[in-house]
């Protein structure tokens, strides 16, 4: 089974914005109550979409530079990019069925 990517500043780049596929993306920290309900969502996910959604995760504490581009104020936050730009954003813990509604959006 397939599990979420840990994403650095060093990464992002290559994994994410260069992607050929679309990319979910959960900014998290180990503190967060609400990314830690999150996080096992966001791995069940990478499974689900394996071969069609590349999914990754970005620890706030230890990645600051990606967090501050992409002006993570709260989270748990989920980006979703496609062709290197961000299409959608979730913030907060949501259900795992919004999830999968916005990002099966993105994948048609």
Same mark, same amino acid.
């Given at each position: 089974?397939?599990?979420? =990517? +840990?994403?650095?500043?060093?990464?992002? +780049?290559?994994?994410? !914005?260069?992607?050929? $596929?679309?990319? !979910?993306?959960?900014?998290?920290?180990?503190w967060?109550?609400?990314?830690?309900? =999150?996080?096992?969502?966001?791995? +069940?996910?990478? *499974?689900?979409? +394996?071969? $069609?959604?590349? %999914? *990754?995760?970005?620890d706030?504490?230890?990645?600051?530079?990606?967090?501050?581009?992409?002006?993570?104020?709260?989270?748990?936050?989920? !980006?979703?990019?496609?062709? *290197?730009? =961000?299409?959608?954003?979730?913030? *907060?813990?949501?259900? $795992?069925?919004?999830?999968?509604?916005? %990002?099966?959006?993105?994948?048609?």
């Amino acid at each position: 089974m397939s599990k979420a =990517v +840990e994403l650095t500043d060093q990464s992002f +780049e290559n994994e994410v !914005l260069n992607s050929d $596929k679309p990319v !979910l993306v959960d900014f998290w920290a180990e503190w967060c109550g609400p990314c830690r309900m =999150v996080g096992p969502v966001v791995d +069940e996910l990478a *499974g689900e979409y +394996e071969g $069609k959604l590349k %999914v *990754g995760k970005v620890d706030v504490d230890t990645n600051p530079e990606i967090s501050t581009k992409y002006q993570i104020r709260s989270i748990p936050a989920l !980006l979703i990019f496609k062709n *290197g730009e =961000v299409v959608d954003q979730i913030v *907060g813990a949501v259900p $795992k069925a919004q999830l999968k509604k916005q %990002v099966d959006a993105q994948l048609n």
